[in-house]
């Protein structure tokens, strides 16, 4: 008898040293994916298509909880306040990483030290796109008209801070313009006033674009990246455009994924892992493309190594703009 319960309480405490060593720990905890914006962005999307895979090949209930405001930082606070065991994760954006802690004054953490990267997901480039019936087909007759009407044209963005907002901010300092920022409290209240011609100009993200290009409402003027989009190949790169000061532009919208600070190394590597298997499947990596997404699953390492890049280049736009959050 006293051999059988040590053998049962070998194998119990076999299985909690396997369940600590091997994410996810426990099938009875789900997975919670917080996504800082509302549901049907390209982060919702991510989150989705990782939540779809891990709980099939996991058994494990996973949860995507949507938790907008404040830029992202609302939901980006919960996920720096969760247990680091790699069971509430974070679809990380351009903006709650590295725009945000330099715009917020009191904001209520430390996106650099409160949370843990994991691996970069995947990309689009913002276009710059005009109004139909803006006299101006390019990036230099824009500009030239923009220099013949200072702060008289306008242009849209999803809100204070957004990677769409600092497109503008950049092109004007790059250019040497004066274009008025309107910004509004999402694409879907922005866009009404786009196509009406009450602003004249945005930077939108090329995915939530590229309907109203082909349908000839918007008129596409350059995408933000260095590279033509393949789902976009006839589109012009901003830096390609003739426009000296344009020529090293580059503006795309990431994400990524995140945890807690102070997750194991061992959870990080495996969540790393399993995430770039799912993002390399045929069959997201086509619907990721249909949305304009260009998936690249890197480490930790390299996702950190962009963090800081593109925090120092953000941080001095803002310093030098004077860009403040409402």
């Known amino acids: 008898m006293r051999n059988i319960l040590t053998f049962v309480s070998l194998l119990f405490l ?4 396997s369940a600590e060593r091997s994410w996810p720990h426990a099938s009875s905890e789900p997975i919670r994916i917080i996504v800082t914006f509302t549901p049907g962005g390209a982060p919702d999307i991510l989150a989705r298509a990782l939540a779809e895979h891990w709980q099939k090949d996991f058994n494990n209930q996973v949860i995507v909880e949507n938790k907008p ?31 945000n802690p330099y715009l917020y004054k009191n904001i209520s953490y430390d996106a650099h030290k409160d949370l843990e990267p994991i691996t970069f997901l995947a990309s689009t480039p913002n276009v710059l796109v005009l109004n139909k019936n803006v006299p101006a087909d390019d990036a230099k007759s824009l ?29 004007q300092q790059l250019t040497k313009t004066k274009i008025k ?28 674009a590229m309907p109203l290009i082909k349908s000839g409402d918007l008129k ?8 033509r989009s393949p789902h976009a190949p006839d589109i012009p790169t901003l830096s390609e455009s003739g426009v000296a000061s344009l020529k090293n532009f580059q503006v795309t919208s990431w994400f990524s994924l995140m945890g807690p600070s102070g997750m194991r190394k061992e959870d990080i590597n495996k ?4 995430t770039k298997r799912i993002l390399s499947l045929p069959e997201v990596k086509e619907r990721l493309g249909k949305l304009g997404l260009e998936a690249n699953p890197q480490g930790p390492e390299a996702l950190q190594r962009l963090i800081q890049s593109d925090s120092k280049r953000w941080s001095k736009l803002i310093n030098e703009t004077g860009i403040k959050a409402e």
């Open 69 to 99: 405001g404040a830029g992202g930082n609302i939901g980006t606070e919960l996920v720096t306040k969760a247990s680091p065991n790699g069971h509430t994760l974070l679809i990380g954006t351009v903006g709650t990483l590295t725009i």
């Open 220 to 227: 596409a003027i350059g995408v933000t990246s260095i590279h």
């Open 271 to 274: 969540i790393a892992a399993e």
């Open 181 to 208: 920022h309107i910004p509004y409290k999402g694409r879907a209240q922005a866009m009404p006033d786009l196509l009406g011609g009450r602003v004249q100009m945005s930077f939108d993200n090329l995915t939530s």
């Open 14 to 17: 076999t299985q909690i040293a």
């Open 143 to 171: 500009v030239n008209l923009a220099k013949s009407q200072p702060n008289q044209m306008s242009y849209s963005s999803s809100g204070i801070g957004t990677s769409i907002h600092l497109s503008g901010e950049l092109f």
